[in-house]
T-cell receptor
Framework: AQSVTQLDSHVSVSEGTPVLLRCNYS??????LFWYVQHPNKGLQLLLK??????LVKGINGFEAEFKKSETSFHLTKPSAHMSDAAEYFC?????????FGKGTHLIIQP | DAGVTQSPTHLIKTRGQHVTLRCSPI?????VSWYQQVLGQGPQFIFQ???????GRGNFPDRFSARQFPNYSSELNVNALLLGDSALYLC???????????????FGPGTRLTVL
């Protein structure tokens, strides 16, 4: 069985400050991990994916995530938030049970 | 290139009715998956189809069924609709049949189903 826990339902940051969205996972196998973003009334867009080639994964729009096996974590970061980053973010683990999504973190950007 | 397309975009039904949702994958993608996203929650996996065969099923009742056609498009059917079936139904396509380390799924915009 696989599961994902997103530790914060809402995160609020000021524009230009760093973003940290936290995610812990559980998987019986070596996991496939993803972060997706969902803007209002838009479809889900893949931000980045963990492919085991490197523990630090770079994605689109300046986002990064670090895979830490010892902590079973896959936190999403961005050095400087932009107003357009305001959206819902989902941490996802892939496996035999399909893609399992976390409950999401709502990112709010304060001007 | 066209992305994943879904129809209709919105749908209103009453309890007890049935509904059919449609999905066309990205050209060349042979795997289609369906997800239900209830308001305020993350998407939940319903089905995966590959080469017209069911390859995975989530924890949903038998009222939910799906099929995949020779052109790899797919339909999701829900019978005896309940109020709790109101949700955004997402379709995703991918190149491969299993969820491996390098797979990614491309999502359509979804169909918003409201059950009254």
């Amino acid at each position: 069985a696989q599961s994902v826990t997103q530790l914060d339902s809402h995160v609020s940051v000021s524009e230009g400050t760093p973003v940290l969205l936290r995610c812990n996972y559980s998987s019986s196998y070596s996991p496939s991990l993803f972060w997706y973003v969902q803007h209002p009334n838009k479809g889900l867009q893949l931000l980045l994916k963990y492919t085991s080639a490197a523990t630090l994964v770079k994605g689109i729009n300046g986002f990064e995530a670090e895979f830490k096996k010892s902590e079973t974590s896959f936190h999403l970061t961005k050095p400087s938030a932009h107003m357009s980053d305001a959206a819902e973010y989902f941490c996802v683990v892939g496996g035999a049970d399909g893609l399992t999504f976390g409950k999401g973190t709502h990112l709010i950007i304060q001007p | 290139d066209a992305g994943v397309t879904q129809s209709p975009t919105h749908l209103i039904k009453t309890r007890g009715q049935h509904v059919t949702l449609r999905c066309s994958p990205i050209s060349g993608h042979k795997s289609v998956s369906w997800y239900q996203q209830v308001l305020g929650q993350g998407p939940q996996f319903i089905f995966q189809y590959y080469e017209k065969e069911e390859r995975g099923r989530g924890n949903f009742p038998d009222r939910f069924s799906a099929r995949q056609f020779p052109n790899y498009s797919s339909e999701l059917n829900v019978n005896a609709l309940l109020l709790g079936d109101s949700a955004l139904y997402l379709c995703a396509s991918s190149l491969v049949k299993v969820f491996g380390r390098y797979n990614e799924q491309f999502f359509g915009p979804g169909t918003r189903l409201t059950v009254l």
